[in-house]
């Protein structure tokens, strides 16, 4: 092979890699809201995410400011957070239906979940509702991908594969890839709330329902470049 043949070889294979990265991370926005942010649509993202990610915010900004501005005793502030966070939630579902016409899965199922457990945490005044809430979740999510597993089904497919397109065979190991990472934040969340401080607890909970997610995501995306079906080059180069 001349230099020249291997220069163009080189050259072909960079522009694969580099369209096979773009498109794995293009998806990943499907997947994980946190990494769908495109430039070109910057007020649709804000909205996107204010929706999202607002009852987090509040529930965690509220924890901070009762707690380190001593506005109420020790034991109260999760609890206040924990109303504010179920308020939050069903105005961030009303705000997706309204702001962007769409059901926002983040909000409906913090609408359908954190409600009704801020609600008991108010109530009772009793902490571990809202602490086994995220168990409860992550559970729920890695059972429903393992049962549509155990039942032949894709349920990330049938979810995503109009956006994301992989070989048939990496369906499978995606969804138990995810169903693993639930089933693992289910874990570590008992450990944390049943070991440590209401202090701790919050700052894992925030810091995991909005990084885990992009952290893992990114570690999936040597496996999504692997098997991602590359569309052909449409600038018709080599």
């Known amino acids: 092979m001349s230099g020249e043949n291997l220069k163009d070889e080189i050259e ?12 794995a991370a293009e998806k990943l926005g499907e997947i994980n809201p946190e990494l769908a942010l495109q430039a ?11 929706v999202d990610y607002g009852p987090l ?7 901070l400011v009762c707690r380190f501005l ?5 034991s109260e502030p999760l609890i206040i957070a924990s109303g504010v966070l179920g308020v939050a939630s069903l105005f961030a579902f009303i705000g997706g239906l309204l702001l962007e016409k769409r059901i926002a ?15 008991l945490t108010v109530f ?3 902490t571990v509702f809202v602490k086994i809430k995220m168990t409860i979740i992550d559970v729920l999510i890695g ?13 990330l497919k049938a979810l995503l594969g109009e956006a994301l397109k992989l070989k048939e065979t990496a ?54 470049m692997k098997n991602m079906l590359v569309e052909p080059d449409t600038d018709g180069q080599a």
């Open 124 to 126: 009772f005044h009793d």
């Open 171 to 224: 369906w499978p190991r995606l969804t138990l890839y995810y169903a693993l990472f639930y089933f693992a934040m289910a874990a570590i969340n008992e450990v944390v709330w049943r070991t440590q401080s209401d202090d701790v607890w919050v700052t894992w909970k925030m810091i995991s329902i909005i990084g885990g997610p992009v952290v893992f995501s990114i570690a999936l995306l040597p496996f999504l």
């Open 105 to 119: 899965w983040i909000p409906l199922l913090s609408a359908l979940i954190a409600i009704p457990f801020s609600l």
């Open 40 to 50: 070109g649509q910057p007020k649709q993202n804000t909205v996107k995410l204010a």
């Open 70 to 74: 001593k506005l109420t005793d020790k």
């Open 57 to 63: 915010i509040a529930f965690g900004l509220t924890f």
């Open 12 to 23: 072909t294979g960079d522009k694969i890699v580099d369209r096979a990265g773009a498109q």
């Open 143 to 155: 059972s429903v991908l393992i049962g549509g597993l155990l039942l032949k089904k894709q349920p």
